[in-house]
């Protein structure tokens, strides 16, 4: 991830935390989530002179990747954990 994809992803997350902070993500179906960072996304589509439905593909590329990291974040740390009681 590039340091300006970084810098997109979170912008949105930031915003998504004010706009959708009282909901559900599990529970609130992703239309829904879309619909309320449409704002965002039309802001950031403006400023790269990019479609609105390019903003939307690569935030949930970007969303998927660093959901992948964090995974494997959590599960080094695990590993360390684990390598640490086996001492």
């Known amino acids: 991830m590039t340091k300006e994809q970084r810098e997109m992803l979170t912008r949105i997350n930031e915003y998504a935390e004010k ?9 609130t179906p992703i239309s829904y989530q879309l619909d309320k960072l449409t704002p965002i996304m039309k ?5 790269k002179q990019m479609a609105l439905s390019d903003v939307f593909i690569e935030y949930m590329d970007l969303a ?4 992948v990291e ?13 390598d640490d009681d086996k001492k």
């Not at 802001?43 to 400023?47: G, N, Q, R, V």
């Not at 998927?64 to 959901?67: D, I, L, P, V, Y």
């Open 19 to 27: 706009v959708m902070a009282d909901i559900d993500p599990q529970k």
């Open 43 to 47: 802001e950031i589509a403006e400023e």
């Open 64 to 67: 998927s990747e660093a959901s």
């Open 70 to 82: 964090m995974e494997n974040k959590l599960q080094e740390s695990l590993k360390d954990i684990e």
